[in-house]
T-cell receptor
């Protein structure tokens, strides 16, 4: 019930294309869903986050789509650039667990020039 | 406006020694979370602290591990009598309030030889 399942494990996208990463969760008590970007040897950087009262949130080239009934959420990166090549993690948290983040396993994204 | 700071960035310890990892949260943030990351995996929650209080240590092994966040100074994660399995990257994150976004430091990479 505490798991967050992320797919795909790795993804190769051409420059200018759309990168899509998906996550699914079981625990309906989760109420905060962030996405993080991590470069090798660095800490995760908060990209964008959503709460379940909205179905979509957009910040620049990054969009989260949220489907509460399906218990799924996804990250879309529009106009993907080589600098976007990194590992992306979805996560989820809830008030009842003191907002500790439960993490997906990560997606290694490579943008081909 | 400095981000979350962690030191040391790299730490090598022999089996049986003690490791002390330090984390200074962002200015104005009083909530600190510690996570551990093994290679090619997502992060795992260890402990959540506010100033002078441990709020949730459900992810931290009961033996050899301890954490504190004193009134003055950084948060400290202490690992006594380290073993090879403790080798990992340890990240701390801070947030201004519970339920707000967590911002991560660069991590401490612990190697136990």
């Amino acid at each position: 019930q505490q798991q967050v399942k992320q797919s795909p494990q790795s993804l190769i996208v051409q420059k200018g294309g759309i990168s899509i990463i998906n996550c699914a969760y079981e625990n309906t008590a989760f109420d905060y869903f962030p996405w993080y970007q991590q470069f090798p040897g660095k800490g995760p950087a908060l990209l964008i986050a959503i709460r379940p009262d909205v179905s979509e949130k957009k910040e620049g080239r990054f969009t989260i789509s949220f489907n509460k009934s399906a218990k799924q959420f996804s990250l879309h990166i529009m106009d993907s650039q080589p600098g976007d090549s990194a590992t992306y993690f979805c996560a989820a948290s809830r008030k009842g667990s003191n907002y500790q983040l439960i993490w997906g396993a990560g997606t290694k994204l490579i943008i081909k020039p | 406006n400095a981000g979350v700071m962690q030191n040391p960035r790299h730490l090598v310890r022999r089996r049986g020694q003690e490791a002390r990892l330090r984390c200074s949260p962002m200015k104005g943030h009083s909530h600190v979370y510690w996570y551990r990351q093994l290679p090619e995996e997502g992060l795992k929650f260890m402990v959540y602290l506010q100033k002078e209080n441990i709020i949730d240590e459900s992810g931290m092994p009961k033996e050899r591990f301890s954490a504190e966040f004193p009134k003055e100074g950084p948060s400290i994660l202490r690992i006594q009598q380290v073993v090879r399995g403790d080798s990992a990257a340890y990240f701390c994150a801070s947030s201004p309030n519970a339920g707000d976004g967590q911002y991560f430091g660069p991590g401490t990479r612990l190697t136990v030889t």
